[in-house]
């Protein structure tokens, strides 16, 4: 009996190492026991964001202009919603959208000051590889007046003025009232390519409600910064048959040519002591009147009635 079980046991030791290949437990060495060891489940790291390099980031500089502020509120006499608010508020959410992507952006006031214009032309043209962006709102006596304008003065704008009125337009729920080349003082003045970006009239009552809504801010930001970024992909007359097929490239957009009217700041001295006056008056706004460009397109509207390629503002 004794040799049986003895016997049992020989056997049963000989199939588990025939069946498992391992030998007993008792019989492993400590570097066999750490190997075969069950592992402890690494705890997860919590995912952040990566952030974007610095060789891949916009080497552009972005300035940004909010139009008007301080003592000048922009619009006319009379306007329920001052401009100057509303160009701030979207210039400062289109600086958070712009330095989100990795650009550089430097504002010309970032609070409610007022900064002469030359001021803010010495600010952008102070920075290589640069772009200027102004922002501002339109306003006119004829409440039913409404739109979205772009403006530009030299040829290096018009691919950013193309690329920035092509979405913002495009995206807001008010006409397209089109890319106008404008000797603006602000626009003719900077090196750099400029662009003035009319958001909508504030004196239409739809428009206005649009502007004093944070929601239309922001997608008004959005698309001023998407312009920024495929300002690039504008095409060329050239490529113009390439549009089809390219879903990528931004359609360079046609303009009227208003540099024939008389701006204030653009008489010249066969006036007088008249034209150093009627362009100060257009820069220190201590009349009521407006300091940036938008007091020189009104003012020269009043004075071009004939033309056919007037603006309504």
């Known amino acids: 009996m004794r040799k049986f079980i003895f016997s049992l046991a020989v056997a049963g030791s000989f199939i588990g190492t025939a069946l498992y290949g391992l ?22 790291r919590p995912q952040t964001r990566a952030a974007v390099p610095e060789a ?5 500089t972005v300035v940004i202009d ?17 401009e100057k608010t509303m160009t701030l508020d979207v210039a400062q959410r289109l600086k958070a959208v712009l330095t989100a992507y990795g650009y550089r952006v ?16 010495a600010i952008a043209n102070s920075y290589r590889d640069a772009i200027f962006v102004c922002i501002h709102f339109n306003a006119t006596r004829r409440s039913s007046a409404n739109g979205i304008e772009t403006y530009f003065y030299s040829s290096q704008s018009l691919p950013l003025a193309s690329a920035i009125h092509y979405y ?6 008010t006409p397209n009232r089109g890319v106008r080349r404008r000797g603006f003082y602000i626009l003719r003045k900077t090196t750099i390519p400029s662009v003035l970006v009319e958001c909508g009239f ?10 004093q809504s944070a929601a239309y801010q922001q997608k008004l930001a959005e698309e001023i910064a998407r ?3 495929e300002r690039s992909l504008v095409a060329s007359t050239s490529a113009a048959n390439r549009l089809a097929a390219n879903n990528t490239t931004v359609p360079l957009q046609p303009f009227i040519d208003q540099t024939h009217y008389r701006d204030p700041d653009l008489v010249r001295s066969k006036h007088g002591k008249r034209s150093s006056k009627s362009s100060s008056k257009s820069i220190s706004s201590k009349h009521g009147k407006s300091s940036d460009s938008d007091s020189e397109k009104k003012s020269s509207t009043r004075k071009k009635k004939s033309t056919p390629a007037k603006t309504e503002d």
């Open 227 to 229: 312009g920024v970024r």
């Open 106 to 121: 430097v504002m010309t006031r970032d609070s409610d000051v007022f900064v002469p214009l030359g001021t803010r032309v």
């Open 56 to 60: 891949n980031r916009p080497s552009t």
């Open 202 to 211: 504030l004196t239409n009552a739809t428009e206005a409600s649009y502007a």
């Open 66 to 82: 909010a139009g008007h502020g301080g003592f000048d509120r922009g619009g006319i006499p009379g306007q329920r919603v001052p």
């Open 23 to 44: 030998p007993a437990p008792g019989s492993l060495s400590e570097r066999e026991k750490r190997a075969v060891a069950p592992r402890a489940t690494p705890t997860p």
């Open 168 to 173: 913002v337009a495009g995206g807001a729920p």
